[in-house]
């Protein structure tokens, strides 16, 4: 069964490509992504892990570079009644246009606004190492390993890059990996909460955006309903987070609730069944990580603020490709607003990087504020390539990463280790199996 639920998949993705190309999607091309989409997932449960692992990755290739070939031949007006042309004729057009001294400062600023999110992330990530009495030098080994993990992310699928590598090298010359595992863990709760409770702060000033998304959708009453949506969702969540972060007695409750309206046993490590033994699965992780920093709330809240500036100032990258590419009439908020959300639908679209998903998304809700598809499209390129331009050195890092290399310090509860079960490293260093590992210890 799983192999005819794949092969019915294959089919419908192979008309899907079809459709795309001939830019003529519309609701068919919604029927079968959605078939597609459900059929893989069911196909896909039916497997043993080592073949999943084998589909995965040139599915989530192929999706890439399908949807982007769907957004680039997707069929625009090009106003003042000349018909309809591919998106990627109208980016070429645009493109003359540009003035290349505008493009320049402008693709400069926002790769400055885009490190300065990076070294807040980085000095997130070193405060939670702090927390569990881990210390390395911010600039010389906290911030390199980020550029470096950064660097081998782009090229590497999942987490196995930014998230992997420094929890790698964290452990490594610790030597204190439950800690590390600890701290990651935390770090990818309170990361994901940084960019809710930016959509929550920009929202009020960027409604705009859900007014005209609601308008061109024919129903412009649904916009307070739309944002009261959002609130709850990436309000709710952000609450929770800093609830527990402050009161995780509070979080400890409400496990205890949700396993006891399942018929669970709460004081049993037995996960109850179906989706909310999911959620309690990562109620638990959470509280226990949380548990790890107990009298250390100014910590995790000045961890919580560096994450949100990290999320906020990629968003503002976006308007400041707005003004690379010309468009002077641009506005802040709102693009900052709608890049939130676009941020989020990237981090969950199933493509290589966000590829596609990212300038789809953003065409989708500001292309009103670019002045254009073609605009709004080439702006959400843009942002990502100033990201990666403006962290893609980091890769000269990974040159000094020896096996003679070591830190200038690290301490551990107060003292300095001495590295003396670096002494027999073979020197393979950072693998995708051992990210794996250390990943699999953070799961569990």
Known sequence: MAYAMLVLSAVCFAALTWFAWIGQLGFKGLVLVLVAGVTFWLGRR???????????????ILFTIVGAMALLRHPISLGDGEGHVPLHTAISSYIDQVDTTTFVTFALVAMGVK??????????????????????????????SFLIGRFIGT???????????????????????????TAKGLEKFIGVTGLFLGMVVTMPFGYSVIERVTEQAGRPEAAPLL???????????????????????????????????????????????????????????FTDAVGAYHGKVGLLMTTLFAKFITHFTTAVVYYFTGLAIGVATVEFWPVVFGSTIQILATVLSPTIAGEGAREAFQAMLLSHQYGGVAQAVLAGALGFIAAEAATLWGGLFLWTRTPEWRPTFCEVDGVQVDYAWLADDDGTGFSADKVAELQGQRES
């Open 227 to 285: 944002a009261g949506a959002i609130l709850l969702v990436a309000g709710g969540i952000s609450a929770a987070v800093v609830i527990g972060l402050v009161w995780p007695v509070v979080l400890v409750r409400v496990l205890e609730l949700l396993t006891r309206l399942v018929g669970g046993d709460p004081t049993s490590d037995k996960l109850p069944p179906g989706a909310v033994g999911k959620v309690v699965r990562l109620l638990k992780q």
């Open 46 to 60: 039916g497997l043993t892990r080592d073949q999943r692992k084998v589909i995965d990755l040139p599915a989530k």
């Open 115 to 144: 490190f300065v999110g990076v070294i807040t992330s980085a000095y997130g990530w070193h405060l939670l190492l702090r927390g569990q009495g881990i210390r390395f030098p911010f600039w010389q080994k906290i911030m390199t």
């Open 155 to 181: 090229f590497m699928p999942s987490t196995i890059g930014l998230d992997g590598y420094t929890l790698y090298e964290a452990s490594r010359y610790s030597n204190q990996t439950a800690r590390a595992v």
